[in-house]
């Protein structure tokens, strides 16, 4: 069983797009296994798109590009490995990738050997320059099939942008996780508009294939390949917040070297994390009283979390009622509430929590029920 929790890690896209190189994967992977994001669970360092040379060798093999990756691939992935990280890599199921450069199309099987061979624990799998006349869902067994035939454990990250009502075939093929939105960008507008589209499809995340809401902005404040615009800390806040309390795969987009203390210490927020990564997979629900988003969610061992989340323009307050959270005023027990960012507890609430929220901030907590 690969995947049991969201799998987590780092991605060069978001940031870096195709100015990636040896160098800055190693010293990613430095970050990763020293700066506690490893110890947290962010496992795997996935190089995205536009790592090969522009045309395949002359017996068909995938090339990477001798000015980025001098030392070849499988040195790349000793390294990594050498770090207590998995190692991942990116292909797409057309002639060509999103950027241009060979895709797998035609040499599935061959291609996942490469990645084998080299030490590859991951692929992502892009949905670009796909022959008209074939289907997707086919291509996605196909590379599905020609991973397995490495008798390698890959995680296969199928990346077709949710197309196709891919939330209903996407486990069935064979994929560990799948993007179901677009392109991530990095600000208010795509974060909250892409959380806003995954209501409804959460229910079909759970162990072994998650949704994948896209990686993350957190910490990029509108620098790098992704950035239109940039987010605030208390946008991050709730980007971070939304991504967790939805089970999404927790793939980091920032630049280590340089990440904000502030934005550091969001991604390796414990409670967070936990909230994520809970064992029983449950969407959060959303409490449809208020036309801004409060979702809460079912957690292992008893617990719950809530998320409030202010997305309009002027500061709000919320009474949670906590009849939609399943209390009535009969049931002999009430709520307490722990802030997932400062630890803090309420007092015992028995029929409202009233939640008081900056506009575009959250609130998050964990709540437990207590006998009165
Ligand atoms: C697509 C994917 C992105 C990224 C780029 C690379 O747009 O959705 O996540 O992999 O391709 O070109």
Known sequence: MLVNTPPMGWNSWNTFGENISDALIREMADRMAEDGYLEAGYNYLVIDDCWSLRERDENGYLVPDPAKFPNGMKAVADYVH????????????????????????????????????????????????????????MLYRRMSMALKATGRDILFSACNWGMH???????????????????????????????????????????????????????????????????????YRQHFALWCLFSSPLMIGADLRTLSAESKNLLLNRNLIAIDQDAEVRPAFRILKWDLPVYFKHLSGGENAMGVFNTSEKDHTFYCPLTDFGLCENSGYGMIFTDVFTGEESAVHTADFPVSVPAHDCRVYKVRLVKL
């Open 82 to 137: 050498s770090k207590g990280l998995k190692f991942g890599m990116y292909s797409c199921v057309g002639i060509r990738t999103c950027a241009g450069y060979p895709g797998s199309y035609g040499h599935e099987y061959q291609d996942a050997q490469t990645f084998a061979d080299w030490g590859v624990d991951f692929l992502k799998y892009d949905y670009c320059h796909k022959p008209a006349a074939t289907d997707g869902d």
């Open 165 to 235: 009502e891919s939330e209903k075939w996407m486990r069935s093929v064979g994929a560990h996780m799948y993007r179901s939105t677009g392109d991530i960008a990095d600000n208010f507008k795509s974060y909250t508009d892409i959380a806003a589209s995954q209501e409804y499809k959460q229910c079909y995340g759970a162990p072994q294939c998650f949704n994948d809401m896209d990686m993350l902005i957190v910490g990029m404040y509108g620098k790098g390949n992704v950035a239109l615009g940039g987010c605030n800390d208390a946008e």
